[in-house]
């Protein structure tokens, strides 16, 4: 498949699992699979279930696709479905779909629970119930997966856009085709690891979010979870960009770091994510 969502890599292990609010180690058996050893019994190995590309230790593996896929997953382990049973639950979406990448596919979204609950009423499988609810005469995913599935966009039969983290309020939005996939704020479109440089050096929030357009109350929902400011890095999201392993982060962080200025010399804000600072479409 000759798509750039499915086969460039844009995310250790560690970055992406932060993003979907996974452990590393286990979105690392859901990237890589593992072999189990078993004294006198034969060796339990499982394959992967997302999508992720052959890297060396720490550096980027896991392409956008990935991360969608391991969004869903996240999202059907909070539902309460052991870990093994959530393959088997790939494996019948998978078969139904015929698609290798159902996880991250539109099909899930419009047809994924009325395949779910037949299969659960077929063979009888209350934990795969879990899943699935009827509301409304209509069967429809879990309240927790719908929430995670919200947060996905399509742009055509596959995820182009995911907003992280799952939180009441929307704060940011992941495009694999811009700013290299790194996070944007919904609003003004400054990348995450700009504002955090600023902030982590001692700057304000106020300066920063009137340089960047961002409104104090996306950044302070990140930095102020009890209501008064921390200069400490979340660890769900803010340490994702202490990895300076990627050469093209490193090209941004000059154009990013700091707003451009203008001939008189104030300050200009970026509000988009384009590597050259220019405003980037929401379309």
Request: glycine fraction near 8%; charged fraction near 25%.
């Amino acid at each position: 498949m000759n798509d750039q969502r499915f086969e460039t890599p844009l995310y250790t292990v560690t970055q992406a699992a932060r993003l979907v609010d996974m452990s590393p180690s286990t979105l690392s058996t859901w990237a890589k699979g593992y072999e189990r050893r078993r004294p006198g019994r034969a060796n339990l190995s499982q394959g992967p279930v997302i999508t992720a590309i052959e890297a060396d230790p720490g550096m980027p593996s896991i392409p956008f696709i990935g991360l969608m896929e391991s969004t869903v997953v996240e999202a059907f382990r909070r539902s309460g479905l052991p870990m093994q049973r959530i393959r088997e639950a790939l494996e019948v979406l998978a078969a139904q779909g015929e698609l290798e990448h159902a996880l991250a596919s539109k099909q899930l979204y419009t047809d994924g629970a009325e395949i779910l609950y037949d299969y659960a009423g077929r063979s009888g499988d209350k934990q795969m119930r879990l899943l699935t609810v009827v509301s409304s005469k209509q069967i429809v995913f879990h309240d927790v997966i719908e929430a995670h599935l919200q947060r996905i966009s399509f742009g055509d039969a596959w995820a182009t856009e995911l907003i992280v983290p799952v939180t009441e309020h929307p704060i940011l939005r992941v495009r694999p085709n811009v700013a290299g996939g790194d996070p944007l704020f919904m609003e003004g479109g400054a990348p995450l690891f700009a504002v955090h440089d600023r902030f982590a050096a001692g700057e304000s929030i106020r300066s920063i979010a009137r340089d960047y357009a961002v409104p104090e109350a996306q950044i302070m929902r990140r930095w102020m979870p009890s209501g008064r400011a921390k200069r400490q890095l979340d660890p769900t999201l803010f340490e994702l960009f202490l990895d300076r392993s990627r050469p093209l982060r490193r090209r941004r962080d000059a154009a990013f770091s700091r707003p451009r200025q203008a001939r008189d010399g104030r300050c200009v804000p970026r509000r988009q994510g384009s590597d050259d600072g220019r405003p980037v479409s929401d379309a």
